[in-house]
């Protein structure tokens, strides 16, 4: 009796683990889907569910590389990154640190890709199938505010 159950626990184990690295693999296959440009808006909502935070910010940080916006909404190619890490807002007499912004074609970029990683689920990726999808919401280009 107490080795069927070992075994089964085993078993249960193993399946875990199996499952766990499903999940993770698939999120790297989503962060490489998502490195291309043209992505279409429902594609790039499905597959959030699919994604963590740092598999998020790894999106963003590859695009960068690639000469991307880093929004996988945005097909804009963004040579001229500038060198600066910090900006001086004058009028403000403030001092901004634009490591992340820099890596957008524009602030609504900036601002939509922050918005949509705020949404991206925290939770464990292989517990994600007992979860409820999330309803992520995209930053509309109207509500652009400053470039
Ligand atoms: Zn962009």
Same mark, same amino acid.
């Given at each position: 009796m107490t080795t069927e159950n070992n075994q089964q626990l085993r078993e249960q184990l193993i399946a875990a683990v199996v499952?766990?690295?499903?999940?993770?693999?698939?999120?790297?296959?989503?962060?490489?889907?998502?490195?291309?440009?043209?992505i279409e808006e429902q594609t790039f909502l499905d597959l959030l569910t699919e994604i963590g935070p740092d598999n998020y910010a790894d999106i963003v940080e590859e695009r960068h590389i690639n000469?991307?916006? #880093? &929004?996988?909404?945005?097909?804009?190619?963004?040579? $001229?990154?500038? @060198?600066?890490?910090?900006?001086?807002?004058?009028?403000?007499?403030k001092v901004y640190d634009i490591t992340e912004r820099k890596k957008f074609c524009? #602030? &609504?970029?900036?601002?939509?890709?922050?918005?949509? $990683?705020?949404? @991206?689920?925290?939770?464990?990726?292989?517990?994600?199938?007992?979860?409820?999808?999330p309803n992520f919401r995209l930053m509309r280009r109207e509500k652009e505010i400053g470039k």
């Open positions: 499952k766990k690295r499903a999940a993770v693999a698939r999120a790297h296959q989503v962060v490489v889907t998502l490195l291309e440009p043209h000469k991307l916006c #880093g &929004y996988p909404l945005c097909d804009v190619v963004v040579e $001229k990154v500038p @060198v600066k890490q910090y900006q001086i807002c004058v009028a403000k007499n524009s #602030g &609504y970029c900036f601002k939509a890709s922050e918005y949509i $990683k705020s949404q @991206v689920p925290t939770s464990p990726l292989w517990l994600r199938d007992k979860e409820p999808k």
